[in-house]
T-cell receptor
Framework: AQKVTQAQTEISVVEKEDVTLDCVYE???????LFWYKQPPSGELVFLIR??????QNEISGRYSWNFQKSTSSFNFTITASQVVDSAVYFC??????????????FGKGTKLTVNP | SAVISQKPSRDICQRGTSLTIQCQVD?????MFWYRQQPGQSLTLIAT?????????ESGFVIDKFPISRPNLTFSTLTVSNMSPEDSSIYLC???????????FGQGTRLTVV
């Protein structure tokens, strides 16, 4: 079975600190996709990034960066110079085939990030 | 990107009753997905709904408890039947974007069963 582990349940930092959210996954598939979503207190899920298993290049988008390492089955997410607005629950997810034969997402338990002023 | 509208956004229901959640998408999609997020927990897929066929349920979820309708390519409903406090969750509908580049989610329905 596919599995996504986010070992950090909660992280608290002070504004302007850098913070890394860890994600480790398990899969037997050779082709798969990894995602990060942000869920602010309002509850909606905000898409951050999708990475396919053949692309191990790190990605940077503004203050956000992602480190994908297939050798360690990890897809970690770093926020540089954190801000209060970054406070949210962050989910890592892995695609797999559902019972209906389509793609579905398997989510980790999430990491609650609190950025204090 | 797609726009997904869910109704109601929240509700408080009595145990033993049923609630139907509606999901409207602004484009035609083959598959729609229903997820549940229990308090403080992650999201779990309930079922996949294809237009014109019965929904396919994941392990641990059954049609009698969570009947789903998919009358056309832009709309689906999820009913939470015979509710108990354990059904208190956020229910989200979702679609996959073109080429599965991302999964789009509705804003969710926060259900509290008392």
């Amino acid at each position: 079975a596919q599995k996504v582990t986010q070992a950090q349940t909660e992280i608290s930092v002070v504004e302007k600190e850098d913070v890394t959210l860890d994600c480790v996954y398990e899969t037997r598939d050779t082709t798969y996709y990894l995602f990060w979503y942000k869920q602010p207190p309002s509850g909606e899920l905000v898409f951050l990034i999708r990475r396919n298993s053949f692309d191990e290049q790190n990605e940077i988008s503004g203050r956000y960066s992602w480190n994908f390492q297939k050798s360690t089955s990890s897809f970690n997410f770093t926020i540089t110079a954190s801000q209060v607005v970054d406070s949210a629950v962050y989910f890592c997810a892995l695609s797999e085939v559902s019972q209906g034969g389509s793609e579905k997402l398997v989510f980790g338990k999430g990491t609650k990030l609190t950025v204090n002023p | 990107s797609a726009v997904i509208s869910q109704k109601p956004s929240r509700d408080i229901c009595q145990r033993g009753t049923s609630l139907t959640i509606q999901c409207q998408v602004d484009s035609q999609v083959t598959m729609m997905f229903w997820y549940r997020q229990q308090p403080g927990q992650s999201l779990t897929l309930i079922a996949t709904a294809n237009q014109g066929s019965e929904a396919t349920y994941e392990s641990g979820f059954v049609i009698d408890k969570f009947p789903i309708s998919r009358p056309n390519l832009t709309f689906s409903t999820l009913t939470v039947s015979n509710m108990s406090p354990e059904d208190s969750s956020i229910y989200l509908c979702s679609i996959l974007g073109q080429g599965y580049t991302e999964a789009f989610f509705g804003q969710g329905t926060r259900l509290t069963v008392v």
